[in-house]
């Protein structure tokens, strides 16, 4: 099967607290891409990032931070000293083989003043 | 650069009714996919056009259909509203295949009475 699997449905946090959100994938592709995109309430999902599986490293932008690792099939999603604006449903999103995008259930985070 | 867009932003229709939602692409891409989104079900994938061929579709029945036009530009329609349809229908354009992230419009708001 391939998928991609966001464990935590919502997330509450105070503001300048550092939130992780999780995101586990699954595919048998040696060659696939991952990403996390933003939906404020407007309703558009706000591309965040993107992940080829041939790269390893983590991403660092701002206060946003990624953590992808193959050992563990995972992709999370750090972002330091949350604030307000930040709350949104976050998803991740698998793209598997170049065929089509498997999207998380989303995160949806609440980060209060 | 001009982003994704989608008309009408809002509309309301009766159950049994048919409706039409448009999606102007990116400028230069060609692939145009659609997504629905409840608040149930998540994002679903309904299909994706790229050069005015359908070339993926999701488990949607054949009430829900779509085309591209030549300019890129596409269309999706779903006739004999349900209920049940009532969702948020997000359009995604992208310059694949030589790009693999996609781009979403604001979405339309479809509510079925």
Known sequence: ?113 | KAGVTQTPRYLIKTRGQQVTLSCSPISGHRSVSWYQQTPGQGLQFLFEYFSETQRNKGNFPGRFSGRQFSNSRSEMNVSTLELGDSALYLCASSSRPEGNTIYFGEGSWLTVV
């Open chain 1, 1 to 113: 099967a391939q998928k991609v699997t966001q464990a935590q449905t919502e997330i509450s946090v105070v503001e300048k607290e550092d939130v992780t959100l999780d995101c586990v994938y699954e595919t048998r592709d040696t060659t696939y891409y991952l990403f996390w995109y933003k939906q404020p309430p407007s309703g558009e999902l706000v591309f965040l990032i993107r992940r080829n599986s041939f790269d390893e490293q983590n991403e660092i932008s701002g206060r946003y931070s990624w953590n992808f690792q193959k050992s563990t099939s995972s992709f999370n999603f750090t972002i330091t000293a949350s604030q307000v604006v930040d709350s949104a449903v976050y998803f991740c999103a698998g793209l598997y083989n170049f065929n089509k995008f498997y999207f998380g259930s989303g995160t949806k985070l609440n980060v209060k003043p």
